[in-house]
């Protein structure tokens, strides 16, 4: 008997992202498995799903959509085992490249692979966290670019620029596993996942379902730094070093004593001066391409 699938997809994630021939391929490539699609509406789509969920026996969920909608569908079905793939389809992705997904083929085929990942959650103040979330120097641009009525690279590139440019150190009392720890830092990161959808490599230690997050604090001074920590960035090599702490745990506390900016997820955050987080083991499950 054919596997049954629900595919929710986000009709205005990403932009300009033609998804009738989406549609067509993820139709055309899953063979063995009957596809229903249900499109997002902006309002009240937790609730929709949840009903939707109810009313069937899913063997899995496809989420075509970006970060929003990937955490919105988690919301929706926490209290099941369903697996669920993601594809692609936002400005960002972050969750997507943590799971080894780039694309669209990558999604049919990580569901063809059928290897999933029981993974890990955050929760942020109660508020779930899926990846990566940061205080500082990302978060004002994060803030910056939502605040930009075009979107693109060259929006993005103008964002960067004008955040280099406001870049400062904020103080941060952060206490992990009940040691407490005070420093100041440009930009202080809560990570599950490792990869920024820019494919900058954060976390290059960390592991999705091994029930520890990581906090990362980056302290770069000067050009000098900033071009060092960049290529470490990207090659996947940061480690610990004069500029950049990484510690392991399960519970976190951070006080925020300068106001920087907040983001979880890519969403920015309002006004936070403390965060509460801990680790949520093997919480939800994902169709990954991934080794662990
Ligand atoms: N039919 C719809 N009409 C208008 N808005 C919608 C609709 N469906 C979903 N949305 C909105 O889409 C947003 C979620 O988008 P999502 O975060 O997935 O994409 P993105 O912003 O392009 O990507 P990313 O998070 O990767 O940057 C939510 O604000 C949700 O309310």
Not at 58 to 79: F, H, N, P, Q
Not at 232 to 249: A, H, M, N, V
Request: glycine share 10%; charged share 25%.
């Amino acid at each position: 008997m054919a596997k049954q699938f629900l595919c929710i997809l986000n009709p205005i994630s990403g932009g300009d992202i033609d998804r009738n021939d989406i549609k067509d391929w993820i139709k055309g490539n899953l063979h063995g498995i009957e596809l229903t699609i249900w499109e997002t509406t902006g309002d009240n789509d937790c609730e929709k799903i949840k009903s939707i969920v109810d009313e069937s026996s899913w063997d899995g969920i496809l989420i075509g959509g970006g970060d929003g909608t990937v955490k919105m569908v988690v919301s929706a079905i926490l209290e099941t085992s369903i697996p669920l793939g993601i594809i692609p389809l936002g400005s960002a992705n972050g969750l997507a490249t943590c799971l080894g997904i780039h694309g669209v083929s990558d999604a049919i085929y990580a569901v063809k692979k059928d290897k999933v990942m029981a993974m890990d959650l955050l929760r942020i103040n109660g508020e779930i966290s899926l990846h990566l979330s940061d205080f500082g120097f990302n978060a004002g641009l994060v803030k910056k670019f939502s605040n930009q009525t075009q979107r693109g690279m060259m929006s993005y590139f103008k964002s960067t620029l004008s955040q280099f440019f406001e870049m400062r150190p904020y103080r941060f009392e952060v206490n992990i596993d009940h040691k407490k720890i005070k420093i100041e830092a440009k930009m202080v990161v809560i990570a599950n996942g490792s990869y920024y959808g820019t494919g900058a490599n954060i976390n290059p230690q960390g592991k999705m379902d091994d029930g520890y997050l990581e906090v990362i604090a980056l302290n770069p001074d000067g050009l000098e730094d900033l071009v060092g920590l960049s290529l470490d960035l990207f090659r996947g090599e940061l480690s610990d070093s004069p500029i950049t702490k990484i510690w392991s745990g399960h519970e976190v506390e951070i006080k925020n004593y300068d106001g920087a900016d907040f983001q979880i997820d890519g969403e920015v955050m309002p006004e936070t001066e403390f965060v509460h987080v801990i680790c949520e083991k093997q919480k939800v499950h994902f169709f990954s391409l991934i080794k662990n």
